[in-house]
């Protein structure tokens, strides 16, 4: 069963505009997401994280959302830059080592 | 950037040979992980380590095994590969348990 799931296998928009991307996860015991951003050839980067004690946070273009209630969590990125044009992966993790991961979304900027 | 190296980073080989992938960190952290990455599954966790010569099952860890002797190595084996397990394989690191991870620049192992 897939525990964190983004619906979305990809996503276009226009450079400059707003980039949203979702993830929702099931298992109630997640309690620190975070967002990786991947180039070809290249392993995944960090980008941003939130702690389940929180419902937001910011890190320069980068805002991450999360919506307990919901189990639904979003990054935003504004504005968007072609540089931005990569896979994004949300993960999950609950009181053990171990990050659970989203199939990922791919992000396409149009300039 | 993490010092993290995947070696190799290609290869391709035949069903039925052993396979040994290495991770080689430089950041003296604590945990070590090995994910594979396939189109509609996102990364999977392999197995992970917590410390030398502890290590632990991840989520498709079937027809592999690992092996960690020292802090800044950790090896990924398939005893006999086969073709399902062609993938591209992501090492990570992190210094306190999963919080956050950084990746290796993978290897793509392709099996015949």
């Known amino acids: 069963d897939q525990q964190v799931k983004q619906n979305s296998p990809s996503l276009s928009v226009q450079e400059g505009r707003i980039s949203i991307l979702n993830c929702d996860y099931t298992n109630s015991m997640f309690d620190y997401f975070l967002w990786y951003k991947k180039y070809p050839a290249e392993g995944p980067t960090f980008l941003i994280s939130?702690?389940?004690?929180?419902d937001k946070n910011e890190d320069g273009r980068f805002t991450v959302f999360l919506n307990k209630s919901a189990k639904h969590l979003s990054l935003h990125i504004v504005p968007s830059q072609p540089g931005d044009s990569a896979v994004y992966f949300c993960?999950?993790?609950?009181?053990?080592?171990?990050?659970?991961f989203g199939t990922g979304t791919r992000l396409t900027i149009i300039p | 950037d993490a010092g993290i190296t995947q070696s190799p980073r290609h290869k391709v080989t035949e069903t039925g040979t052993p396979v040994t992938l290495r991770c080689h960190q430089t950041?003296?952290?604590?945990?070590m992980y090995w994910y594979r990455q396939d189109p509609g599954h996102g990364l999977r966790l392999i197995h992970y380590s917590y410390g030398v010569k502890d290590t632990d099952k991840g989520e498709v860890s079937d027809g592999y095994s690992v092996s960690r002797s020292k802090t800044e190595d950790f090896l990924l084996t398939l005893e006999s590969a086969t073709s399902s397990q062609t993938s591209v394989y992501f090492c990570?690191?992190?210094?306190?348990?999963?919080?956050?991870?950084?990746f290796g620049d993978g290897t793509r192992l392709s099996i015949l």
């Open positions: 990570a690191i992190s210094a306190v348990g999963n919080q956050p991870q950084h």
């Open positions: 939130i702690s389940s004690i929180k």
């Open positions: 950041e003296n952290h604590r945990y």
């Open positions: 993960a999950a993790s609950g009181r053990n080592e171990k990050l659970t």
